[in-house]
């Protein structure tokens, strides 16, 4: 028979390196994602069909309260400003993304791409796509959490016209598409 100590030692070892695993498997699924820029513009561009299909909506009428009179106190706010449109437009996004996957295009690039209908989705590793769809839909939820002040504030102060979310989102606030070209001013006296 083992003595205690011996028995501690190894439950204590074995503790060690399960969390070894999971941190080493928490790090391996951070980094499944290779190109950010590619995610982050598909990020973008669900976010930018939300934006698009949102039904026009009156403003919020906060005034429930009556004060003596007989009038309601309170405050009337624009729906495109509010919180509840933030949290409307940012809710199930990351949830959307697991209609996403990698797919290597003709050009031999690969390309986040929605898939419609995943049992008529032609390809030969069904498995490792929807893994790429479930790698995206994480990598969705850490952009949020990282972003999610800065593109609330921007969703309320600026108009969403087609192709600014992609740039605001991945170029302007996560940095995830920086511009590597070097502009130059265009000498006109030439």
């Known amino acids: ?6 028995s501690r030692r190894r439950s204590g070892t074995l503790l060690i390196l399960l969390a070894v695993f999971l941190a080493a498997a928490a790090a391996a699924s951070a980094s499944a994602i290779g190109d950010k820029c590619a ?19 009156n403003h919020l009428d906060l005034r429930n309260r ?7 106190e309170g405050k009337v ?8 449109r933030i949290v409307e437009l940012l809710d199930d996004l990351c949830d959307k993304m697991q209609d996403y996957t990698l797919q290597k295009m003709d050009s031999g690039e690969k390309e986040w791409v929605k898939v419609t209908n995943w049992n008529s989705f032609q390809t030969d590793k069904k498995a ?10 994480s990598y ?3 952009l949020l959490e990282e972003t999610e002040e800065e593109l609330a504030e921007w969703i309320k102060t600026s108009s969403a016209e087609a192709g600014n979310v992609s740039q605001a989102l991945c170029g ?13 001013p265009i000498d006109d006296e030439l």
């Open 172 to 184: 302007d606030i996560s940095k995830h598409c920086q511009s590597t070209r070097a502009t130059t």
């Open 128 to 137: 490792a796509a929807r893994a790429h769809s479930k790698n995206l839909s």
């Open 66 to 72: 009556l004060n003596s009179k007989g009038q309601r």
């Open 1 to 6: 028979m083992e003595p205690r100590g011996a």
């Open 39 to 57: 995610a982050c513009k598909a990020v973008a561009a669900e976010l930018e069909i939300g934006m698009s299909s949102e039904k026009p909506r």
């Open 77 to 84: 706010i624009d729906y495109r400003v509010s919180e509840l």
């Open 140 to 142: 969705c939820g850490r």
